[in-house]
């Protein structure tokens, strides 16, 4: 079944103790990105990564970390996470960037991270 | 998501009614526009896209109407099911220094009323 996963699904950690959450696909697709959604904002692009190795910032990166060193995987890292970064989480995937041809991006379940 | 419906605007609609959403958009460089539907503890779908040489294009069900003259995008559904309730953005891709940006509206929720 063609899928993005996420892990964890649920986090609730502490001001300053890194975490990563993790996020694979399985339909080889070269384009992925990070999204966090809180309510009244919508969903706001984090990281994205154009293919393996090239990575660039989206809208609200700051405090946020990404790596692309395998086309299935697309970790995000939070290096002193923070209590502004309670959020919930979005890894997405498509062949091509939007705008593109082949544009259908698939969206993970989502990562429900609270930091106290 | 879970609390990721408050302060959206709600459209209550009757099971078996058709349903339009709106959507303005903010950039008038968008080429390429995106409806996606999200339900409750769930990441969001792609529903329908459209690009902006076209103002209309029709999929199962739904149909996407786009006005580039008002910076106007709308999402019709045809007889509505309780399936169909769900939070709807629409999306707006442009082409920006770095690369196609993707910008995501604020949403609206559907409630269908059987």
């Known amino acids: 079944e063609a899928q993005v996963t996420q892990n964890p699904r649920y986090l609730i950690t502490v001001t300053g103790k890194k975490l990563t959450v993790t996020c694979s696909q399985n339909m080889n697709h070269e384009y992925m990105s990070w999204y966090r959604q809180d309510p009244g904002l919508g969903l706001r692009q984090i990281y994205y990564s154009m293919n393996v190795e090239v990575t660039d910032k989206g809208d609200v990166p700051e405090g946020y970390k990404v790596s692309r060193k395998e086309k299935r995987n697309f970790p995000l890292i939070l290096e002193s996470p923070s209590p502004n970064q309670t959020s919930l989480y979005f890894c997405a995937s498509s062949l091509s960037p939007p705008g593109l041809s082949s544009y259908e991006q698939y969206f993970g379940p989502g990562t429900r991270l609270t930091v106290t | 998501g879970e609390n990721v419906g408050l302060h959206l605007p709600t459209l209550s609609v009757q099971e078996g009614d058709n349903s339009i959403i709106n959507c303005a958009y903010s950039n008038s460089a968008s080429d390429y526009f995106i409806w996606y539907k999200q339900e409750s503890g769930k990441g969001p779908q792609f529903i329908i896209d459209?690009?902006?040489?076209?103002d209309k294009r029709q999929g199962q069900r739904v149909t996407v109407l786009l006005n580039k003259t008002v910076k106007h995008l709308s999402l019709q559904i045809a007889a509505t099911q309780p399936g169909d309730s769900a939070v709807y953005f629409c999306?707006?891709?442009?082409?920006?220094?770095?690369?196609?940006?993707?910008?995501f509206g604020g949403g609206t929720r559907v409630l269908v009323k059987p």
């Open positions: 459209i690009r902006s040489n076209m």
């Open positions: 999306a707006e891709s442009w082409r920006g220094a770095a690369g196609n940006k993707l910008t």
